[in-house]
């Protein structure tokens, strides 16, 4: 599979498949295709689609098949932002944001990660549950807004305010911690809690969060009587 990500800031990928080749959605994200694509639907047993439902994904997994020769997908991002291709090996999974994942090759495996620290779920606006890449493959994922990357060494952290973690490897951790001061909880306009992310481990960012944006809006939309 060969692909190219075109169009920022409403990004599309295009994966070029040989015959045989297929690449696997969570969702209705296919925009175009050749042709020859066959596609079948499934829900890939119990315990995944329910895995993949709770990790903010639909329990139904499409399949798309390049036959009889070559053949031409894309997948456009549901939101203003960038697409990212992670390579997932076996030792190397992946942790992203709930409905972070658009596409992938069908070694990926796609299942829910539990934060092991309940208030990195409840303060920490990732999400108690997130999204695990795992297997062997490429994979496609949505990133809200800009991305910027870093590589934390092991004993390395970055403090990241709520929303703004968009994905990062298995081998890194995470925790909340309370803003310091009462002045800066009341008056900093930065919210009551950070993320703090630990390496080691490689960590995307996002610059504009969907629950940024809707916060941004709200105000300018009639509240109910």
């Known amino acids: 599979m060969k692909y190219n990500i075109q169009g920022e800031p409403m990004p599309v990928v295009i994966c070029h498949l040989e015959a045989g080749e297929s690449m696997i ?43 009889g020769g070559p053949g031409m997908i894309a997948f456009a991002s549901s939101f203003p932002g960038a ?6 090996t076996p030792n190397m999974p ?4 709930k409905s972070a994942f658009l596409a992938a090759t069908p070694g990926v495996d796609l299942s829910i990660h539990f934060q092991k620290k309940v208030g990195a779920g409840f303060f920490g606006g990732e999400g108690f549950i997130m999204q695990k890449l795992s297997g062997s493959g490429t994979a496609f994922l949505e990133i809200d807004g800009s991305t910027v990357e870093y ?32 002045k800066n909880k009341l008056f900093g306009g930065e919210g009551l809690f950070n993320t703090v992310v630990h390496g080691p481990g490689h960590i995307i960012l ?20």
């Not at 305010?161 to 803003?179: K, P, W």
């Not at 969060?209 to 109910?224: D, E, Y």
């Open 25 to 67: 959605t969570e969702r209705g994200s296919m925009v175009w295709m050749s042709a020859n694509m066959r596609m079948e639907t499934k829900a890939g047993g119990l315990g995944k689609a329910l895995g993949r439902m709770f990790g903010g994904e639909s329990i139904f997994q499409n399949t798309y098949t390049a036959e």
């Open 83 to 88: 697409i990212r291709a992670v390579e997932i």
């Open 94 to 97: 992946v942790i992203a944001q």
């Open 151 to 182: 590589d934390l060494e092991r004993g390395q952290s970055m403090i990241v305010d709520t929303g703004y973690l968009a994905a990062m490897d298995d081998t890194c951790t995470m925790e909340i911690v309370s803003v310091p001061g009462v």
């Open 206 to 225: 996002q610059s504009m969060p969907i629950s940024a944006v809707a916060n941004c809006l709200s105000p300018f939309f009639p509240s109910g009587s």
